[in-house]
């Protein structure tokens, strides 16, 4: 069996050297795939940080999570460039259901696709026509069992190093510079191919032509079922596991072909998770400290030394080490002293729930589910458009921490970068500083909450319910109840159950204001009316004071959405029906609350030309409130035409609202009807 040109070593080390073929170790690997991606500034919580691309691509992507991920980069890029990194474990600690293993999958995932790219491809190599060599009984192909890269070989063709840098510099033509690059990651060859190679080259009489006709270059397998490249290691339970599941143990199987007893080959390191992932993988081992004591110290051995040791033989390891924990085991783990030395070993990284209620939206997506979802009669299972908000925000509040500077709703509005009357970014700062001071992790900002198993949890209970599926619609509302029985069945701990159950009142009255601005839309027969007489209020109080308004009060100004000149009649009784709405009883208070919009509005338009104030809750309750009252005589006389519908008047503008509703705002019959009753009744209405 001769080896084609192609797979030889010296064909190997020459496309190295001409940058067809990549050597680098696993974290300058992961390092080099994060950092070629597209790189953004996003400001998280008053703090600018960073976003990479390469986590948000994907159809089902990392969402938030900004400082774990910019954590886990400065990691890999302090190990890439040598730094003390390189000799620890990345632990991510957190909640259940916050996404830590989701993040560490989706990273793996996509390190595969990296490697698959040609030019990033790892390759190994592998001794053929063993049988010749006589001690080897009939085994005539053996790999490189840690997938070593046919550098390391290259780097250890000779006993001396010397002999090995005058190979590379005079047969590959590689320069000084370029070897002392090299010898950045040199490390010896695992103990069997060692031993291989020497007993190759005793064969040949130390002619290396001759040795070099034993060895072929051939990619290491990406096959994501067999565990190499990215390989992952869940703990088991007491009796099953053991060390020989991380490290393999001698075969009995290879022992009926080796004469030689000393040859290191007879241990199958393959049987163990950490050799498939050895030739620059990613090690991934879920809930780590669940593994019992004595894994745990062989976890300790590896992540220092980077080796697979067994018997005193060595094969040193290229991988990147990446695991996960819940809270609970974690601090389980610390409480015993003697256990220091593995958590010096390991950078840890808190991972919060997401508080970003925007964000939380797209989750809650995840959890709804893409694909059309139908009845248990197998009939088509229509969303209300509210659902999801009122899920985002129920969730949201939950994972928010009460504080004496912010209301719940404030921390939430400010957590996703809206706009919170007086209240600054600063503020929210502040609170999560302060809470950040506190050595309880649990008491930190956004690590206790609903996590997204218990959103999952609570959207299957809707979906099993008898009105869901006699209704043919999921309706907003009934989340509430889902979320409630969620909260009694899973959270043990009374105060935080109390806590919960208050969130879930705040959130039902967020999800009532959702309610009177979609009312209003269906009655003026318009998806956007709302937003509308909101921005008009916007414009006109910017445009009272103008040196250009004439006796009629018509202003001209340009819009920043369209760039069109456009005209509006400055309405004051209008102005001051919202200013009373909103308890601005006094010239002060009036002039007060229009600067801080007028300066709300130069920040944010110079940035976002399409900002509409919608996240404004007070001004958009009261300019809603405000024209229902003109329009129609208050929101009461509406709910009173839409419930009493004897006379034929009051019937046909609930028949123009239903249709409204059913073909501009995407209801269908039953949450229609369900959301105008809801609207009828005075529940949670603050």
């Given at each position: 069996?001769?080896?084609?040109?192609?797979?030889?070593?010296?064909?190997?080390?020459?496309?190295?050297?001409?940058?067809?073929?990549?050597?680098?170790?696993?974290?300058?690997?992961?390092?080099?795939m994060i950092l070629e991606s597209e790189i953004k500034k996003v400001v998280v919580n008053g703090k600018t940080t960073y976003d990479f691309g390469i986590f948000r691509t994907g159809k089902k992507h990392v969402i938030g999570m900004y400082d774990e991920i910019n954590s886990f980069v400065s990691y890999v890029k302090d190990a890439a460039e040598?730094?003390?990194?390189?000799?620890?474990?990345?632990?991510?600690?957190?909640?259940?259901?916050?996404?830590?293993?989701?993040?560490?999958?989706?990273?793996?995932?996509?390190?595969?696709?990296?490697?698959?790219?040609?030019?990033?491809?790892?390759?190994?190599?592998?001794?053929?026509?063993?049988?010749?060599?006589?001690?080897?009984?009939?085994?005539?192909?053996?790999?490189?069992?840690?997938?070593?890269?046919?550098?390391?070989?290259?780097?250890?063709?000779?006993?001396?190093?010397?002999?090995?840098?005058?190979?590379?510099?005079?047969?590959?033509?590689?320069?000084?510079?370029?070897?002392?690059?090299?010898?950045?990651?040199?490390?010896?060859?695992?103990?069997?191919?060692?031993?291989?190679?020497?007993?190759?080259?005793?064969?040949?009489?130390?002619?290396?032509?001759?040795?070099?006709?034993?060895?072929?270059?051939?990619?290491?397998?990406?096959?994501?079922?067999?565990?190499?490249?990215?390989?992952?290691?869940?703990?088991?339970?007491?009796?099953?596991?053991?060390?020989?599941?991380?490290?393999?143990?001698?075969?009995?199987?290879?022992?009926?072909?080796?004469?030689?007893?000393?040859?290191?080959?007879?241990?199958?390191?393959?049987?163990?998770?950490?050799?498939?992932?050895?030739?620059?993988?990613?090690?991934?081992?879920?809930?780590?400290?669940?593994?019992?004591?004595?894994?745990?110290?062989?976890?300790?051995?590896?992540?220092?030394?980077?080796?697979?040791?067994?018997?005193?033989?060595?094969?040193?390891?290229?991988?990147?080490?990446?695991?996960?924990?819940?809270?609970?085991?974690?601090?389980?783990?610390?409480?015993?002293?003697?256990?220091?030395?593995?958590?010096?070993?390991?950078?840890?990284?808190?991972?919060?729930?997401?508080?970003?209620?925007?964000?939380?939206?797209?989750?809650?997506?995840?959890?709804?589910?893409?694909?059309?979802?139908?009845?248990?009669?197998?009939?088509?299972?229509?969303?209300?458009?509210?659902?999801?908000?009122?899920?985002?925000?129920?969730?949201?509040?939950?994972?928010?921490?009460?504080?004496?500077?912010?209301?719940?709703?404030?921390?939430?509005?400010?957590?996703?970068?809206?706009?919170?009357?007086?209240?600054?970014?600063?503020?929210?700062?502040?609170?999560?500083?302060?809470?950040?001071?506190?050595?309880?992790?649990?008491?930190?900002?956004?690590?206790?909450?609903?996590?997204?198993?218990?959103?999952?949890?609570?959207?299957?209970?809707?979906?099993?319910?008898?009105?869901?599926?006699?209704?043919?619609?999921?309706?907003?509302?009934?989340?509430?109840?889902?979320?409630?029985?969620?909260?009694?069945?899973?959270?043990?701990?009374?105060?935080?159950?109390?806590?919960?159950?208050?969130?879930?009142?705040?959130?039902?009255?967020?999800?009532?204001?959702?309610?009177?601005?979609?009312?209003?839309?269906?009655?003026?027969?318009?998806?956007?009316?709302?937003?509308?007489?909101?921005?008009?209020?916007?414009?006109?109080?910017?445009?009272?004071?103008?040196?250009?308004?004439?006796?009629?009060?018509?202003?001209?100004?340009?819009?920043?959405?369209?760039?069109?000149?456009?005209?509006?009649?400055?309405?004051?009784?209008?102005?001051?029906?919202?200013?009373?709405?909103?308890?601005?009883?006094?010239?002060?208070?009036?002039?007060?609350?229009?600067?801080?919009?007028?300066?709300?509005?130069?920040?944010?338009?110079?940035?976002?030309?399409?900002?509409?104030?919608?996240?404004?809750?007070?001004?958009?309750?009261?300019?809603?409130?405000?024209?229902?009252?003109?329009?129609?005589?208050?929101?009461?006389?509406?709910?009173?035409?839409?419930?009493?519908?004897?006379?034929?008047?009051?019937?046909?503008?609930?028949?123009?609202?239903?249709?409204?509703?059913?073909?501009?705002?995407?209801?269908?019959?039953?949450?229609?009807?369900?959301?105008?009753?809801?609207?009828?009744?005075?529940?949670?209405?603050?």
């Amino acid at each position: 069996m001769a080896v084609q040109e192609s797979n030889t070593l010296r064909h190997h080390l020459a496309a190295v050297k001409a940058g067809n073929r990549a050597f680098e170790n696993a974290f300058q690997g992961v390092a080099r795939m994060i950092l070629e991606s597209e790189i953004k500034k996003v400001v998280v919580n008053g703090k600018t940080t960073y976003d990479f691309g390469i986590f948000r691509t994907g159809k089902k992507h990392v969402i938030g999570m900004y400082d774990e991920i910019n954590s886990f980069v400065s990691y890999v890029k302090d190990a890439a460039e040598g730094g003390s990194s390189k000799e620890m474990a990345y632990v991510l600690v957190g909640e259940p259901g916050n996404g830590k293993t989701f993040l560490v999958e989706f990273l793996c995932g996509k390190y595969r696709e990296f490697l698959s790219n040609p030019k990033n491809r790892k390759y190994t190599f592998r001794f053929i026509n063993m049988d010749q060599l006589g001690t080897y009984g009939r085994i005539k192909i053996i790999e490189s069992q840690t997938y070593e890269d046919p550098m390391i070989m290259g780097m250890n063709l000779f006993e001396g190093p010397a002999e090995n840098r005058e190979f590379l510099a005079r047969e590959i033509g590689f320069s000084d510079e370029e070897i002392e690059t090299l010898y950045e990651n040199y490390r010896p060859m695992g103990a069997c191919s060692g031993y291989i190679w020497n007993d190759i080259r005793n064969h040949c009489g130390g002619d290396l032509e001759k040795a070099l006709e034993f060895v072929e270059i051939i990619p290491v397998p990406l096959i994501e079922s067999l565990g190499t490249i990215t390989g992952k290691y869940p703990a088991k339970d007491k009796i099953t596991s053991s060390a020989v599941d991380l490290l393999g143990e001698e075969s009995i199987q290879r022992l009926l072909h080796i004469t030689d007893t000393n040859n290191p080959y007879r241990f199958d390191l393959r049987r163990g998770a950490l050799a498939r992932v050895a030739g620059g993988g990613i090690h991934f081992s879920d809930e780590i400290y669940k593994n019992k004591k004595d894994l745990v110290q062989v976890y300790l051995g590896v992540i220092q030394n980077r080796n697979i040791e067994i018997d005193g033989y060595k094969w040193p390891i290229d991988t990147l080490i990446v695991a996960t924990s819940n809270n609970s085991e974690f601090n389980l783990f610390l409480s015993e002293k003697e256990e220091a030395p593995i958590v010096d070993r390991c950078r840890i990284c808190y991972v919060s729930h997401n508080t970003n209620y925007k964000l939380q939206s797209e989750l809650t997506a995840y959890s709804i589910g893409s694909e059309a979802r139908t009845t248990l009669s197998r009939e088509a299972l229509h969303q209300d458009p509210n659902l999801n908000y009122a899920t985002s925000v129920a969730a949201v509040l939950t994972r928010l921490p009460r504080s004496e500077k912010l209301t719940p709703v404030e921390t939430m509005k400010l957590a996703a970068g809206e706009v919170a009357g007086e209240k600054s970014i600063k503020a929210l700062a502040e609170v999560i500083d302060t809470l950040n001071q506190d050595p309880d992790i649990i008491k930190r900002f956004g690590q206790k909450g609903l996590g997204q198993r218990n959103m999952g949890r609570a959207l299957q209970l809707l979906i099993e319910s008898s009105e869901t599926n006699e209704g043919h619609c999921m309706f907003a509302y009934d989340i509430f109840k889902s979320l409630e029985r969620i909260v009694l069945d899973y959270v043990p701990d009374a105060n935080d159950r109390a806590k919960y159950l208050e969130d879930l009142k705040i959130a039902k009255g967020l999800y009532r204001e959702r309610i009177m601005t979609e009312m209003f839309n269906a009655y003026m027969d318009e998806p956007m009316a709302i937003r509308k007489d909101v921005m008009n209020y916007v414009n006109m109080i910017i445009g009272i004071d103008a040196e250009n308004l004439g006796p009629d009060k018509m202003w001209k100004y340009k819009d920043p959405q369209s760039k069109e000149l456009r005209a509006l009649k400055i309405d004051e009784r209008y102005i001051q029906s919202v200013e009373d709405r909103l308890g601005l009883k006094t010239d002060e208070h009036r002039e007060s609350f229009r600067t801080s919009i007028r300066k709300i509005y130069g920040q944010k338009i110079t940035v976002d030309p399409n900002y509409d104030f919608m996240d404004n809750l007070e001004l958009v309750k009261a300019v809603t409130d405000v024209r229902l009252k003109s329009d129609i005589a208050g929101a009461g006389s509406l709910i009173g035409a839409l419930a009493n519908r004897t006379n034929e008047e009051n019937q046909k503008l609930y028949d123009r609202m239903v249709d409204t509703m059913l073909n501009k705002l995407g209801y269908c019959l039953t949450c229609a009807q369900k959301t105008i009753e809801y609207f009828c009744t005075q529940e949670d209405d603050k």
